[in-house]
């Protein structure tokens, strides 16, 4: 577990990865992410977590590169959408132009996608593009138990990270299990009920107990189980709180009423059928 802001995960590779990261999904590019990436830089955040798909790389590095932050205390995530699994080299040639970064701290492959043989194949490339240094640590997005479990069977190399949807109504025990057991770090997308806090009571009573915001708690929570958090935000006012998570725990009692929310809802996609076409959705 963490104690601040500056906090890091080893990973199984022995890099590290900070505990606390900006997830940029929805922000658009220009000036509204450089914003947003520049002021996170400034109050002390040192991960921020892009995707191809978000299209925001190019105003993210620009960021970076302008923070004044050295390069190698900024660690950089970006991922590969699974449509491009059958072009992977070209698809990373394209995020790697618009970041304009000497490296990629952490390449993901987005979903699994439901092709094997290409998501080995996608695989195999972020293996190579680890060889030759442009990126620095492999990972997956979105991966179930079994998924790894065949990919590692099949390939032979442990993921370093997964990140996956986690919050409080969808709490992913399975695969959470299964991820500690293989030392693969967990990274919550959607850590504060991806949008719906309003709608959870028991966070507003517990950030009234602890003198703390609602998302506050939830973001505590996660901390308190290990996991690696990249909350969203667009104002400094709340980029501020989402770090102030240090100075009160949540009482064991009050972690089993949060836990106690699990199976609620799933707001993402269903990793087990989800393709990656987007054509129709909202």
């Not at 191809?52 to 190698?72: D, M, Q, T």
């Not at 990919?151 to 969808?170: A, D, F, R």
């Not at 009234?208 to 104002?235: C, D, F, M």
């Not at 725990?249 to 929310?261: F, G």
Request: hydrophobic fraction near 35%; glycine fraction near 8%; charge should be negative.
């Amino acid at each position: 577990m963490i104690d601040s802001l500056k906090g890091t995960y080893k990973l199984n590779d022995g890099k590290q990865i900070p505990g606390i990261g900006l997830g940029v999904f929805r922000v658009e590019d220009g000036q509204e992410i450089y914003d947003n990436v520049r002021e996170a830089l400034d109050i002390g955040y040192r991960h921020i977590d892009t995707a191809a798909l978000y299209h925001n790389e190019a105003g993210v590095g620009k960021a970076i590169r302008e923070s004044g932050v050295p390069r190698e205390d900024v660690f950089l995530t970006t991922k590969l959408w699974p449509l491009d699994f059958e072009r992977t080299q070209d698809a990373f040639d394209e995020s790697f132009k618009k970041l304009g970064t000497e490296y990629i701290d952490l390449y993901l492959l987005h979903w699994p996608g439901v092709n094997e043989d290409l998501r080995y194949r996608a695989w195999d490339t972020l293996l190579e593009l680890r060889e030759k240094g442009l990126i620095k640590s492999a990972g997956v997005s979105n991966f179930m138990a079994h998924h790894l479990e065949h990919m590692i069977e099949k390939t032979g190399v442990v993921p370093v990270n997964n990140q996956i949807e986690l919050h409080p109504w969808h709490q992913q025990r399975e695969v959470c299990r299964y991820c500690r057991a293989n030392n693969i770090t967990i990274t919550a997308w959607g850590p504060i009920f991806h949008g719906h806090l309003a709608e959870e009571p028991l966070m507003t009573e517990l950030g009234e107990k602890y003198g703390k915001s609602p998302a506050q708690v939830t973001l505590r929570w996660h901390i308190q189980n290990g996991i690696i958090i990249i909350p969203k935000s667009s104002k400094k006012e709340r980029l501020i709180e989402n770090t102030e998570l240090f100075d009160f725990e949540i009482q064991p009692d009050d972690m089993e009423r949060i836990n106690a929310l699990d199976g609620k809802k799933q707001l993402g996609f269903d990793p087990l059928v989800f393709d990656g076409d987007l054509r129709g959705i909202k």
